[in-house]
């Protein structure tokens, strides 16, 4: 799937991620998985004019994302020394778009997210003593002391194999995990 964010340019799995344009009007509460995202917001995203975006909007599907990365300082055999991350679990929600229309001009005005229709979640175990070393050379955990946890939220469209993504929030978190 080639990625297209709105903030981030790199290069990842051989597609090229290119900035977009920043958000009109996106509202979305991530509690009920319902809000609404301007039309503007997707045509840009994709590169699409007014007639592109009506003839494609039926495709466009959205997926709300919650990444999280812990970061550990970790002291293994041998005196190695490494900063790790984990996934202490990310997780991401399909959304059901239904696509709105300004009954006077018949324009397309946005999609109104209506809740979730899937989802799915992800994560890694947390380095700790006894584990293998994430260095080669180390040999196994002696120690991992907790750093922070970055946690990034944001929604994305995707249409077939294009995925933009729209701002996203970055909160960076440095109390431990709780058991």
């Known amino acids: 799937m080639r990625l297209l964010p709105v903030f981030v340019g790199a290069i990842v799995a051989g597609s090229v991620l290119a900035p977009a344009p920043a958000h009109a009007a996106i509202r979305f509460d991530p509690a009920t998985n319902t809000g609404f995202i301007d039309g503007e917001d997707v045509r840009k995203a994709f590169g699409w004019d007014e007639a592109g975006l009506a003839r494609n909007a039926p495709e466009v599907r959205f997926t709300y994302h919650v990444g999280k990365e812990a970061g ?83 929604l994305s469209a995707e249409f077939r194999d294009v995925q933009a993504y729209f701002p996203q929030q970055r909160t960076v978190i440095t109390d431990p995990p709780k058991p």
């Open 72 to 154: 550990y300082a970790v002291t293994c055999e041998k005196g190695v020394r490494v900063e790790v991350g984990h996934n202490p679990g990310s997780t991401s929600a399909g959304l059901v778009a239904v696509v709105t229309w300004n009954r006077a001009t018949h324009e397309l005005t946005g999609f109104r997210i209506t809740g979730a229709s899937s989802g799915a979640s992800s994560m890694d175990v947390a380095p700790e003593p006894g584990l293998p070393c994430p260095d080669e050379r180390g040999g196994d955990i002696r120690s991992a002391k907790y750093v922070n946890t970055t946690v990034i939220t944001g």
